[in-house]
């Protein structure tokens, strides 16, 4: 029977903004700004830290890991939307729903559970400094960035099959600009509780709880910035602090106004503004915040555009 009705469905249809004919120029070009800058700062943080021996330190490590996963986040979100808004076509097969569904879900996923060890790797650096080079080191930190791809790629692929294996009876449109997972939900025509419960599961352990370790954490580490006697200091720690906190926020509470809502809540319309937020905008702005802020990345991006004057023109000087 699923089979039977997974066949008929070869092609599925985006009403993406359609309902928004007049911002829709605009929503394209704010997405393909977004979409852009975060390929810049993303790939230059990714080669700096590759090609600045100061920077291979953990911090960095763990950011390099997150660019690398935001750049294929972004695009899995936000390139076939720009794609079929150039094309005029507002189609994707089944298979391409799938691939995109997945990589959507597993970059999620993943930047839930890294964000969560890099409040982690800051709270052992600034409490406990003398430890942090063992605590923290080489073997530990590849471990913690395995273990959050491998988290994030596992639990996107039973979303992904839970949702994709069931009955569509032939509906194919998409209220969405992307396959986003509770929107092809909404396709389904055959109770459903049994995928929400295993969506509500994963969503419970990679939203709630990570969140909750960089709360605990950012409060160790806020006690411990009182401490600190200098003025300056303490200004410049809690700016830091409130940048950070402000892109976790961001991107945890968008998420967890989309997927942990109750079932009975139709916010269809609201959800595809939401997910720009969360799939382009924190994407944006997690190399500008814990990066390119940075004195050490500063300098490092000094000696790339001495090194390649070309870059001149594409990076802005740091001052």
Same mark, same amino acid.
């Given at each position: 029977?699923?089979?039977?009705?997974?066949?008929?469905?070869?092609?599925?249809?985006?009403?993406?903004?359609?309902?928004?004919?007049?911002?829709?120029?605009? &929503?394209?070009?704010?997405?393909?700004?977004?979409?852009? &800058?975060?390929?810049?700062? $993303?790939?230059?943080?990714?080669?700096?830290?590759?090609?600045?021996?100061?920077?291979?330190?953990?911090?960095?490590?763990?950011?390099?890991?997150?660019?690398?996963?935001?750049?294929?986040?972004?695009?899995?979100?936000?390139?076939?939307?720009?794609? $079929?808004?150039?094309?005029?076509?507002?189609?994707?097969?089944?298979?391409?729903?799938?691939?995109?569904?997945?990589?959507?879900?597993?970059?999620?996923?993943?930047?839930?559970?890294?964000?969560?060890?890099?409040?982690?790797?800051?709270?052992?650096?600034?409490?406990?400094?003398?430890?942090?080079?063992?605590?923290?080191?080489?073997?530990?930190?590849?471990?913690?960035?395995?273990?959050?791809?491998?988290?994030?790629?596992?639990?996107?692929?039973?979303?992904?099959?839970?949702?994709?294996?069931?009955?569509?009876?032939?509906?194919?449109?998409?209220?969405?600009?992307?396959?986003?997972?509770?929107?092809?939900?909404?396709?389904?025509?055959?109770?459903?509780?049994?995928?929400?419960?295993?969506?509500?599961?994963?969503?419970?352990?990679?939203?709630?709880?990570?969140?909750?370790?960089?709360?605990?954490?950012?409060?160790?580490?806020?006690? $411990? &910035?009182?401490? &600190?006697?200098?003025?300056?200091?303490?200004?410049?720690?809690?700016?830091?602090?409130?940048?950070?906190?402000?892109?976790?926020?961001?991107?945890?509470?968008?998420?967890?106004?989309?997927?942990?809502?109750?079932?009975?809540?139709?916010?269809?319309?609201?959800?595809?503004?939401?997910?720009?937020?969360?799939?382009?905008?924190?994407?944006?702005?997690?190399?500008?915040?814990?990066?390119?802020? $940075?004195?050490?990345?500063?300098?490092?991006?000094?000696?790339?555009?001495?090194?390649?004057?070309?870059?001149?023109?594409?990076?802005?000087?740091?001052?």
């Amino acid at each position: 029977m699923v089979k039977a009705n997974l066949t008929v469905i070869s092609d599925f249809i985006f009403l993406g903004f359609t309902d928004y004919p007049k911002v829709k120029v605009i &929503i394209f070009v704010l997405c393909l700004l977004m979409y852009l &800058i975060t390929l810049l700062g $993303n790939i230059i943080l990714i080669s700096i830290t590759i090609l600045d021996s100061h920077l291979h330190k953990p911090m960095y490590f763990f950011l390099s890991n997150l660019s690398f996963l935001d750049i294929w986040y972004t695009s899995s979100a936000l390139t076939p939307m720009l794609a $079929n808004f150039v094309s005029g076509r507002n189609t994707i097969s089944f298979s391409g729903c799938a691939i995109q569904m997945y990589f959507s879900l597993a970059m999620g996923s993943t930047e839930c559970v890294l964000l969560s060890m890099m409040a982690y790797d800051r709270y052992v650096a600034i409490c406990n400094p003398l430890r942090y080079p063992i605590i923290m080191n080489k073997s530990v930190c590849v471990q913690i960035a395995a273990g959050s791809w491998v988290t994030g790629c596992l639990t996107a692929l039973v979303e992904t099959m839970s949702v994709l294996h069931q009955p569509l009876c032939g509906n194919s449109i998409i209220n969405h600009f992307t396959c986003e997972i509770l929107a092809v939900l909404k396709l389904v025509c055959v109770d459903t509780s049994r995928v929400q419960l295993i969506m509500l599961v994963i969503s419970v352990v990679l939203l709630p709880m990570p969140m909750l370790l960089i709360c605990i954490s950012y409060a160790f580490i806020l006690f $411990n &910035i009182l401490s &600190i006697s200098s003025v300056d200091g303490r200004s410049k720690a809690f700016s830091t602090c409130a940048a950070h906190l402000t892109v976790v926020v961001l991107f945890y509470g968008t998420a967890l106004s989309m997927y942990l809502k109750p079932s009975t809540v139709d916010s269809q319309e609201i959800d595809k503004f939401i997910a720009l937020i969360y799939a382009g905008l924190t994407p944006m702005l997690n190399p500008i915040i814990y990066s390119l802020r $940075n004195k050490e990345v500063k300098a490092a991006v000094k000696k790339l555009l001495i090194r390649n004057p070309l870059c001149a023109f594409l990076i802005p000087s740091s001052k």
